[in-house]
């Protein structure tokens, strides 16, 4: 999957993001949507990123699913803005 984001940046999840980092972001898909404030993202975030992929423990962000994050935060914060 090619991803955009708003600053004009793409990455292919594909060979830019490792196997861990695409579940995480599948999560955080999920809650773009969901969350109800901002801080709840970036809580649930946090605890994708310390559970790992299949309870595998910590994974680390590359600046690729970094860049992605913060392209979701402020998606979230337009929608909770727009609500």
Do not use: C, Y
Not at 51 to 58: D, E, H, R
């Amino acid at each position: 999957m090619i991803i955009t984001t708003k600053d004009g940046n793409s990455f292919d999840t594909e060979t830019d993001l490792t196997a861990p980092e695409r579940h995480i972001l599948q999560k955080l898909f999920l809650w773009k949507s969901m969350a109800a404030s901002l801080q709840e993202f970036r809580k649930k975030k946090e605890e994708a990123l310390l559970k790992g992929w299949n309870n595998s423990g910590p994974i680390s962000e590359s600046q690729a699913l970094m860049s992605i994050i913060r392209d979701l935060e402020k998606k979230v914060s337009i929608r909770l803005e727009n609500a």
